[in-house]
């Protein structure tokens, strides 16, 4: 029997590498695609030793780099669906220059789409973000808000490619899931605002230092939900031939500050903390954020931690991942 | 006194050189930059001829040739906006192949807008379009509507365009307009129905075959009226960094049957019209269309014609510029 293939580009990133595990064991063969230019092979190894995961390196927003990573999975077995998660993760880096998110966040979905029509690929799953929604204030967010209006190159860039596959849909996909994802926080980070705050203790174990006041309000999913989340949506029943799902807690999210409580109390209990004055962290950044998951809700999905326990669990393991 | 530069891309278009001509009559010297591929220089001979009107042939998707444009307008004065309308205008072409809207659509608005960052100019008019909304079936569609599933490239990459001028307006531009286009005619025309109608009617003046059933229902704009509508949003006070708005007339628009009998009642009399069966012209049209302009009008502005009387003024316009 041909094996089922499936590709999944970014995949030795942070939230890649948690769901090529959850792919796995859902029968699987999967085709890691990445660069390595956020993720790491070290992430994924003890995947990579089973035989049930195979590593191919390319940078995705080249169309025959792209070619080429599909010629290999091919040569494994059947390509029956690509999971798209490959993109810039560092928001503020892109806040003022568009290139590497034109480059890595859309051009590489520019190129995968291309040739998953070339190849005949049908079924995309895609990891877009609640940053497309940009600063809507005090509104509820759902899947049908607008003007969709983003404030950060990344967001631009996710909207550009939800778009992109939008239109696809309409012409030879047969299936295209959208994940508008939260802020994610657990282990393997490479970033995030833990991350930061355990960087920033480590060579200085006496001060954080907060960029804004700290009254930034964001709710937080563990990565071990958002996973989840995307397979319950994927193996859901949809009369719609693109299922587009907000993906978050139930909850209103936890702040900064707290968080930064949170991180001294586990590593650094003597540390003082300095906050900034502005009500946002770096331009792009959304100060408030009342994200609606009511839809995923009404499927029959429900996270197992809300924000607060997802980052405490977070603190933990990246604390250990730091060595702190 | 340094002249006040308006930079207006793919100006020698349809839409382009009605719009220059009321930018002249508003006191402005105008540099049009146009790679001529739909555009033509006789669109816009008489305003050059003017002497308030330069030309500059570059392909903006190119990020040198996009530096050069700005380059040689700078040498006529002070670049105080951009008009961005270079696009792809032909929306079947690229149904399936999403190279040309790609190239012509979304990244001339990348490469202005790095270019705009570079030579500090603050300010950008966009022709964005209703596309941008896909086929949200009966939904009323204001400024506010979602989920944004554009069903053609062309709309998605108009909406990939708007997310990266959001951007960009959160940290470096001061004004930016988005217009969401409705189908706009007129002379002179390049492309739409009318203009298809009579081409096919010019090589055979029996028969006319309609693609789909000619029940698509769609609202017009006469391009008077749209760049009516464009100046008086540039002109009016706004609190908003973006201000964007639907353009479009405010009746519920007219069948692609009844243009079809208007324009053989005009050119053709004696032929006859022979219909397709889909509800849609072509993969990515948009079958109906519920086009809400009322932000528009409570900004204070109303369109002289309504979708037929604007459509009776095009075919008679467009009979004249084909010869018809």
Chains 1, 2 share one sequence.
Request: hydrophobic letters at 45%; proline letters at 3%.
């Amino acid at each position: 029997m041909i094996k089922k293939i499936s590709f999944v580009s970014g995949a030795a990133g942070f939230i890649g590498s948690s769901l090529i595990a959850e792919l796995v064991r859902n029968g699987k063969h999967v085709v890691v695609v990445d660069d390595l230019s956020n993720g790491s092979l070290s992430n994924i190894q003890r995947l990579l030793n089973t035989g049930l995961v195979s590593f191919y390196n390319a940078d995705l927003s080249s169309d025959s780099a792209c070619d080429d990573a599909f010629a290999y999975a091919s040569t494994l077995g059947k390509i029956d669906e690509v999971w798209h998660l490959a993109a810039n993760s560092d928001i503020p880096s892109g806040v003022s220059n568009i290139e590497v998110d034109l480059k890595d966040t859309f051009l590489t979905t520019v190129s995968i789409l291309k040739t998953m029509k070339a190849n005949e690929v049908r079924s995309i799953y895609f990891a877009s973000s609640s940053a497309i929604y940009g600063d809507l204030g005090d509104v509820l967010l759902t899947e049908e808000s607008g003007p969709l209006l983003p404030i950060s190159n990344y967001g631009a860039m996710k909207l550009a490619s939800e778009a992109a596959i939008s239109a696809a849909s309409e012409s030879y996909l047969d299936i295209a899931c959208i994940f508008r994802f939260p802020n994610v926080v657990g282990f393997p980070a490479t970033h995030g605002v833990i991350f930061d705050f355990m960087s920033r203790l480590k060579s200085n174990a006496a001060k954080l230092t907060v960029l804004g006041n700290g009254t930034q309000q964001k709710s937080y999913l563990h990565v071990s939900d958002l996973v989840s989340a995307m397979l319950f949506i994927a193996n859901s029943q949809s009369i719609n031939k693109i299922k587009l799902f907000n993906i978050g807690p139930i909850d209103r999210g936890v702040s900064v500050k707290w968080i930064a409580e949170q991180v001294i109390k586990r590593v650094s209990p003597q540390a003082k903390i300095s906050y900034g004055t502005a009500d946002r962290g770096w331009v792009g950044d959304v100060p408030k954020f009342n994200y609606s998951t009511a839809k995923l809700q009404q499927l029959g999905w429900q996270p197992l931690l809300g924000s607060e326990k997802a980052i405490l669990l977070a603190i933990d393991e990246i604390a250990v991942q730091m060595g702190m």
